[in-house]
């Protein structure tokens, strides 16, 4: 009878891996380019802009995660933005002027803000390095930030190679 094979790394270590992309939030995610709202692509003209507004249908931003911005170098007025996220607010989870990255951010800065951290309180922590979903790098800078104050030690990666980050004294 052969040994029975046992993974030392899954069954006898005291890290807790935290895997940021468990908590990535079901939801379609559109870059809305409001530069075919424009005049030639470059120029805001009031009267066109809010016929735009008024005769798009908005039904199709129910829970999504909607980033506001121009692929233009035109000057958009601040109240552009309000006034399509006056449209957005009621159908989108969640609306940001910038890209899909700036969106992503923002969305995790918010989850992390609310994690309840005590049951890391004086544990070993490996932060999860290689994700399937778009996890930005903010998210892990506010990670650590969150974690931090209460972890024993944070690191970074797998399991198997990982990169110390922290160590509390």
């Excluded at 992309?21 to 075919?36: Q, S, T």
């Excluded at 892990?140 to 690191?155: F, G, H, N, R, T």
Aim: proline residues 4%.
């Amino acid at each position: 009878m052969a040994d029975e094979i046992i993974n030392r790394v899954a069954n006898n270590t005291k890290l807790i891996t935290f895997d940021l992309e468990d908590y990535y939030p079901k939801g379609n995610r559109i870059l809305f380019d409001i530069k075919d709202w424009l005049f030639e692509g470059l120029v805001l003209r009031e009267k066109d802009f809010r016929a735009h507004v008024s005769n798009h249908d908005w039904n199709q931003y129910q829970d999504t995660y909607v980033a506001l911005y121009c692929s233009t170098d035109a000057i958009i007025p601040g109240w552009a933005y309000l006034l399509l996220t006056s449209s957005l607010f009621p159908l989108a989870k969640k609306i940001v002027v910038g890209t899909l990255d700036n969106l992503e951010t923002m969305i995790y800065s918010e989850i992390i803000r609310t994690l309840d951290v005590s049951e890391y309180q004086d544990k070993f922590i490996i932060i999860k390095g290689c994700t399937n979903k778009p996890v930005p790098q903010g998210a892990y800078i506010d990670l650590i930030q969150k974690l931090q104050p209460v972890a024993k030690s944070i690191m970074y990666g797998e399991a198997c190679s990982s990169v110390p980050l922290y160590k509390r004294k």
